[in-house]
């Protein structure tokens, strides 16, 4: 007797699952092999949110920010059929940077100073020179070259300065600039009280002790004339620095104005480096002053001295020397 075969619920119910799951399968495959079911599967994987995450954690992949493009401006022209038009290419946006506007200023800039060097507008063609007596304008222009220069490269402190050096006559100077092309110098002259002649130099000299050279053939000319055979010594350096020019002591020209006062008419006076001052006389003998101290006394003693010897004396003195207040001599002639 054979036993028939029974049939269990859980054996059919396992093979119901299994049919159920191979057809979702079959299903699916179908789906990806179409291109309606591409599509779909595209579009389920762009909604997808991505996670991002801080840090890093080993083998997991990060997500990668999207970068946001900006799209170029639409123009639509319609036409003019009602309902109608045409949409033309976009227009990128451009947009200036920080960079690309500090290039354009810049460059601007250089424009603007290539056309202001350069103008002949800017360029100097009037040099205004007030308060000149001995020196023509000529001269002083020739020596400071400016015309046809830009306005902005004189510097009123330089300039003045420079004339300071170049013309030591001039005992104040003011320079002032008037836009466009003109500059004005105001100055000062230095007034001489004698000349100094020394070797081949001519030397004009102020009451300030100042020296400064002689210019021009037809220059009118103190009378007092001092012949020197070597210059005094000289003022502190910090001092001469300053001047830029020589400068004979305020006592020394204090002696050489008192002595010219007392000395005879025709008289020539004379600067010695070792024996100080003296004065040739007109009735033929030298004197020697020596140095400025004590003049006063010093001249009485003189004409003391020439009226004794004019009454003692047959014969003419050759020098008289007024050097030392106690003891002055005098040299007869042999």
Same mark, same amino acid.
């Given at each position: 007797?054979?036993?028939?075969?029974?049939?269990? $619920?859980?054996?059919?119910?396992?093979?119901?699952?299994?049919?159920?799951?191979?057809?979702?399968?079959?299903?699916?495959?179908?789906?990806?092999?179409?291109?309606?079911?591409?599509?779909?599967?595209?579009?389920?994987?762009?909604?997808?949110?991505?996670?991002?995450?801080?840090?890093?954690?080993?083998?997991?992949?990060?997500?990668?920010?999207?970068?946001?493009?900006?799209? #170029?401006?639409?123009?639509?022209?319609?036409?003019?059929?009602?309902?109608?038009?045409?949409?033309?290419?976009?227009?990128?946006?451009?947009?200036?940077?920080?960079?690309?506007?500090?290039?354009?200023?810049?460059?601007?800039?250089?424009?603007?100073?290539?056309?202001?060097?350069?103008?002949?507008?800017?360029?100097?063609?009037?040099?205004?020179?007030? #308060?000149?007596?001995?020196?023509?304008?000529?001269?002083?222009?020739?020596?400071?070259?400016?015309?046809?220069?830009?306005?902005?490269?004189?510097?009123?402190?330089?300039?003045?300065?420079?004339?300071?050096?170049?013309?030591?006559?001039?005992?104040?100077?003011?320079?002032?600039?008037?836009?466009?092309?003109?500059?004005?110098?105001?100055?000062?002259?230095?007034?001489?009280?004698?000349?100094?002649?020394?070797?081949?130099?001519?030397?004009?000299?102020?009451?300030?002790?100042?020296?400064?050279?002689?210019?021009?053939?037809?220059?009118?000319? $103190?009378?007092?004339?001092?012949?020197?055979?070597?210059?005094?010594?000289?003022?502190?350096?910090?001092?001469?620095?300053?001047?830029?020019?020589?400068?004979?002591?305020?006592?020394?020209?204090?002696?050489?104005?008192?002595?010219?006062?007392?000395?005879?008419? #025709?008289?020539?006076?004379?600067?010695?480096?070792?024996?100080?001052?003296?004065?040739?006389?007109?009735? #033929?003998?030298?004197?020697?002053?020596?140095?400025?101290?004590?003049?006063?006394?010093?001249?009485?003693?003189?004409?003391?001295?020439?009226?004794?010897?004019?009454?003692?004396?047959?014969?003419?003195?050759?020098?008289?020397?007024?050097?030392?207040?106690?003891?002055?001599?005098?040299?007869?002639?042999?």
């Amino acid at each position: 007797m054979k036993a028939k075969p029974t049939s269990s $619920p859980f054996i059919k119910t396992s093979s119901l699952n299994a049919n159920s799951w191979t057809g979702k399968e079959r299903s699916k495959s179908r789906l990806r092999s179409s291109a309606t079911g591409r599509k779909r599967i595209a579009e389920m994987e762009a909604r997808r949110v991505p996670v991002l995450m801080r840090g890093t954690i080993a083998g997991l992949p990060m997500a990668t920010p999207r970068r946001s493009v900006k799209a #170029g401006r639409r123009l639509d022209v319609p036409l003019g059929v009602p309902g109608t038009e045409i949409r033309l290419p976009s227009i990128p946006q451009i947009q200036v940077g920080w960079r690309l506007l500090s290039a354009i200023l810049s460059l601007a800039l250089l424009a603007l100073l290539y056309l202001l060097w350069t103008a002949p507008v800017f360029r100097i063609d009037t040099v205004n020179l007030q #308060g000149l007596q001995r020196i023509s304008a000529r001269e002083v222009s020739i020596e400071l070259n400016l015309e046809n220069h830009p306005i902005f490269t004189v510097d009123p402190q330089t300039l003045r300065e420079q004339i300071i050096t170049q013309f030591p006559e001039f005992r104040s100077v003011e320079v002032s600039l008037q836009f466009p092309n003109k500059v004005t110098i105001q100055v000062e002259e230095r007034k001489p009280i004698f000349v100094w002649k020394q070797d081949d130099r001519t030397l004009l000299v102020d009451a300030e002790g100042v020296a400064f050279p002689l210019r021009g053939e037809n220059a009118r000319l $103190p009378k007092l004339v001092i012949e020197a055979s070597n210059f005094p010594q000289p003022a502190p350096t910090e001092l001469q620095n300053e001047l830029r020019e020589l400068l004979l002591p305020i006592d020394l020209v204090s002696s050489i104005l008192s002595i010219s006062a007392a000395i005879p008419e #025709g008289a020539v006076l004379f600067y010695d480096g070792e024996r100080g001052l003296g004065w040739r006389d007109p009735r #033929g003998w030298t004197v020697y002053v020596g140095a400025s101290k004590d003049l006063g006394l010093k001249m009485k003693i003189y004409e003391l001295m020439v009226k004794k010897i004019i009454k003692k004396e047959e014969q003419k003195p050759v020098l008289i020397s007024i050097e030392y207040v106690h003891a002055p001599y005098y040299r007869l002639e042999r």
